[in-house]
C-alpha cells in the first residue's frame, strides 16, 4: 500500500496541507519499514513519531477549528481519537504478534479508512468551510 499526495487534497490552509503531506510520506515509510522486514526497534521508532506528529497535527487542526467556532469541531475530535486509537490498536498488535499477513492488512485497512474519511471527506469539508463562510484567504 502506498498513499499518494494529490493537490485535490488540499484544504487551502498551508499549514495543516504540509502537515498532512508529512504525514502521508511516513505513514507510507512505515509500511515500506514493516514490509521490507525493517528491526522492530525502527518500526516503534516510526510508531513513536507517528503518534507524536498525529497529536501535534490534531492539536493544530482543533485549534484551529476552535479559532473559527467550526460547526463540525466535535465530530473531528472524535475522528482524531479514533485515527490515535488506531495506532495505539497498530503498535499493540505489532508488538504482539509481530509481522503477518493479517497484521499487515489490519493496519493498512485502518489507516486507509482513516486516510480516506478524515482527510478526503472532513478535512476537505474543513477546508471549504474556511474559505467560504469564513473568507479565510491563505
Known amino acids: 500500500m502506498k498513499l499518494i499526495w494529490e493537490k485535490s487534497l488540499e484544504i487551502g490552509y498551508p499549514d495543516i496541507d504540509n502537515q498532512h503531506k508529512e504525514l ?13 522486514g525493517a528491526t522492530k526497534e525502527e518500526v516503534i521508532r516510526i510508531l513513536d513519531f507517528l503518534e507524536k ?3 501535534d497535527h490534531c492539536k493544530l487542526e482543533e485549534e484551529i477549528q476552535r479559532k473559527y467556532n467550526y460547526g463540525k469541531y466535535n465530530q473531528q475530535c472524535i475522528q482524531h481519537q479514533v485515527f490515535r486509537n488506531h495506532l495505539q490498536d497498530i503498535r499493540y498488535i505489532y508488538e ?17 479508512d482513516f486516510w480516506n474519511y478524515h482527510i478526503q471527506k472532513l ?12 473568507k479565510v484567504t491563505i
Open 53 to 55: 506528529y498525529t497529536n
Open 96 to 112: 504482539s504478534y509481530g509481522v503477518t499477513g493479517a497484521v499487515i492488512n489490519y493496519m493498512q485497512q485502518k489507516i486507509l
Open 123 to 134: 478535512d476537505k469539508d474543513f477546508g471549504r468551510f474556511l474559505k467560504e463562510k469564513c
Open 24 to 36: 502521508l510520506e511516513r505513514i507510507n515509510y512505515f509500511f515500506e519499514s514493516v514490509n521490507s
